[in-house]
Nanobody, 119 residues
Framework: QVQLVESGGGLVQAGGSLRLSCEAS????????MGWYRQAPGKQREAVAL??????THADSVKGRFTISRSNAKNTVYLQMNSLKPEDTAVYYC??????????????WGQGTQVTVSS
């Protein structure tokens, strides 16, 4: 089974920075893509950033402030968050598209890590 575990969330003041990490573990053949979603209180879950082997995408709301990256081993994805704003407050969820023998290509989600930005 595949598990995604996020870390790095916490409490910061506006203008501060956090770096989220997500490590994928299990019987992984390959990881095709990893990314981050977030869900703020009272709002729908939204895509934040996605990274494949050669491309990255970032939501307009975080462009210039957040940067997604991936380790050489391709089992860990990071989200460097700078110039944080109160509106960035949300639970951030790791997402991955992973190929396994048991399920083939499938989507996986972490349990989320809370990011709270105070004004």
């Amino acid at each position: 089974q595949v598990q995604l575990v996020e870390s790095g969330g916490g409490l910061v003041q506006a203008g501060g920075s956090l770096r989220l990490s997500c490590e994928a573990s299990g019987s992984i053949f390959s990881i095709n893509a990893m990314g981050w979603y977030r869900q703020a209180p009272g709002k729908q879950r939204e895509a934040v950033a996605l990274i494949t082997s050669g491309r990255t995408t970032h939501a307009d709301s975080v462009k210039g402030r957040f940067t997604i990256s991936r380790s050489n081993a391709k089992n860990t994805v990071y989200l460097q968050m700078n110039s944080l704003k109160p509106e960035d407050t949300a639970v951030y969820y790791c997402y991955a598209v992973i190929l396994t023998a048991a399920r083939g290509r499938d989507d996986y989600w972490g349990q989320g890590t809370q990011v709270t930005v105070s004004s």
